[in-house]
């Protein structure tokens, strides 16, 4: 097994004859930068607080701090009694029904809307969801449509069972999100609609069979406003997956791709975070969309972004849209980024920014997108061979932590390595093999293979082998041995990985022989 080549694959690898590998990984990072996004940076359910108009009752942050020591029973017991008031309101036929059920719901929703974790279940078992599907009839006044969503909101925000309850609500929710519907209804729909979809698959899979996608789209065509902003937000919960044909159908929607393009171009940075979080949606899971996105210069609106945003909350999107992109479409690489135009040297010059960044986040997704470029052709490894970004992935190979330096290793892999046609062995780069040994980062590697991660295992044999075949005057198994290099590679000596076992032990066998040494 000694002689069997090791070629370096992107994770979109270098032969497009397993281009579907690109597509698992893109959904794949879809999934995990999902759950990134509801754990920390941006959540996928989100509480209302304050009203849509921005005009929210002033009482509410004051009662939200005056609430931080009372008991949850106390919280609970009022939510059921407001529940059951709410009921006498409905049914109150008399003069001022009306106000009756607007300030019984109001109640209801100021409860709902005090704690970091409201009494949905009180409600609930108070029988707060049909009651509530009945204040959302049609005819009703827009007063009542408003705090009746908002209460749903804040109930669709809680665990996945109480989220779960909302499901006979549903249908007038997306109804409301009509043409019909005032913008300040709709908008607080859709943030209910957006707190369902970003429970999970199951609800997602109800919302997209009762035809939310198409009117939550419209919404989002407009050129600013918060209702735009939060039919993204609601769309990007819609379309994550992991089925791919809500995404296609998304982008083919009249006007959302020319919005798309619009919002990244003008919006505020708010705006263009949660329209970017669309795009990363559409370029993880739907090859159709990839392709619109890509022959729409959206590519060049990414770079731009990058280049003069300083915002986290924006860059995370945005970067990891652009690694999609030229992880999804191989034309990407060779039609768009062709070493020696704007946009090639724009995109260098923005990830070597993000590589700069004192955030973890942003230093691995330019490293994984950095890794599809490098798996391109030899004129797009020397541009990066030749940038500042080389130093830097050197210093993060030994100092980052570990998942960055994985994704370190296959940049400075790919370096390496020429594409070749089938199967065959792959022609080395000798000049970047011997650099970047010089420059220091064969210990990096043979970490890696130290490491339990089978994947990062075998970048770092692949490099060890390159190094080992390469290295000019025989100097490579000198150089892997002083880096004790052969104790690395014996610990696969019984390895349970096979591909492993076969590699490693083929590597000692051919370079570290019993006539190692001898000519010495």
Known sequence: MADESFAFHRRDPIKSSVGNVAANRRRQNAVTVGKERRESLVRAKRLCRVGISGDGDADVSLDSEMMIDEEQSILEAQTSSAVEELKSAVAYQGKGAMQKRVNALRDLRRLLSKSEFPPVEAALKAGAIPILVQCLSFGSQDEQLLEAAWCLTNIAAGKPEETEALLPALPLLIAHLGEKSSLSVAEQCAWALGNVAGEGEKLRSVLLSQGALLPLARMMLPNKGSTVRTSAWALSNLIKGPDPKAATELIRIDGVLDAIVRHLKKADDELATEVAWVVVYLSALSNVATSMLVKNDVLQLLVDRLATSNSLQLLIPVLRSLGNLVAGDSQTIYAVLVPGHEITDSVIKVLVKCLRS???????????????????????????????????????????????????????????????????????????????????????????????????????????????????????????????????MERFQFHENEDLRNMANGLVDKYFGEDYGLDE
Request: hydrophobic residues 45%; contains cysteine; negative net charge.
């Open 358 to 488: 004192e955030h973890r986040v942003l230093k691995k997704e330019a490293a994984w997108v950095l890794s599809n470029i490098a798996a391109g052709s030899v004129e797009h490894k020397r541009l990066i061979n030749s940038s500042e970004a080389v130093p830097l992935l050197l210093r993060l190979l030994s100092t980052a932590p570990f998942d960055i330096r994985k994704e370190v290793a296959y940049v400075l892999g790919n370096l390496c390595v020429a594409p070749t046609e089938g199967d065959g062995k792959p022609n080395m780069i000798l000049e970047h093999l011997v650099s970047l040994v010089s420059g220091g980062c064969l210990p990096g590697f043979i970490d890696l293979v130290r490491s339990a991660d089978t994947e990062a295992a075998r970048v770092g044999l692949q490099f060890m082998e390159l190094v080992l075949r390469g290295m000019p005057n025989g100097e490579g198994p000198k150089l892997v041995e002083r880096e004790d290099g052969i104790d690395a």
